[in-house]
């Protein structure tokens, strides 16, 4: 079993860039973690925003295979406190034997289609986040959950 991540567009500012390369190197001792970043989408302007979900969805369900548990980072999804995620990914981990693909989609959320084919949606707060943001928070999370799955001191409660 592993982890995907999967993004729409790059990570431009290198402080957030660096932020998640430190949170994947830590991950790689407790699970494989990889690292999609699929290309932003060129002259949107031209589209409307269905249009844009739609090309979006194409680019993530290259990603999906037909076993992968798919978790959608969505604003209206389930908010877990550490504590509460740690047990919640722990659960996933030990009992199905398939990849995880988290998705951090684009500015305009998701296409219905990805919505009906999830297995669960998280939130990470009631606050919005840029999407940078929102990699440097989901990777440290799930660094976080493990360790606390491990008793490890990084999470202090």
Do not use: C
């Amino acid at each position: 079993m592993k982890l995907k991540i999967v993004s729409i567009g790059k990570t431009s500012d290198s402080y957030l860039k660096e932020g998640v390369d430190v949170y994947l190197k830590r991950l790689k001792h407790y699970i494989q973690v990889d690292w999609i970043e699929k290309e932003a989408l060129k002259k949107t302007n031209k589209l409307s925003v269905e249009e844009v979900k739609r090309a979006e969805k194409e680019l993530i369900l290259k990603e999906l295979k037909p076993n992968d548990r798919l978790v959608l980072l969505d604003e209206n999804g389930k908010q877990f406190t550490s504590e509460k995620f740690s047990i919640h990914l722990e659960k996933m981990v030990s009992h199905h034997n398939t990849d995880m693909l988290f998705v951090i989609g684009g500015a305009y959320g998701f296409d219905q289609e990805l919505h009906e084919k999830a297995t669960e949606e998280i939130a990470l707060s009631k606050m919005t986040f840029s999407h940078q943001m929102a990699r440097l928070f989901l990777v440290e999370q799930i660094y976080r959950a493990f360790t606390i799955m491990r008793g490890e001191p990084y999470h202090h409660s």
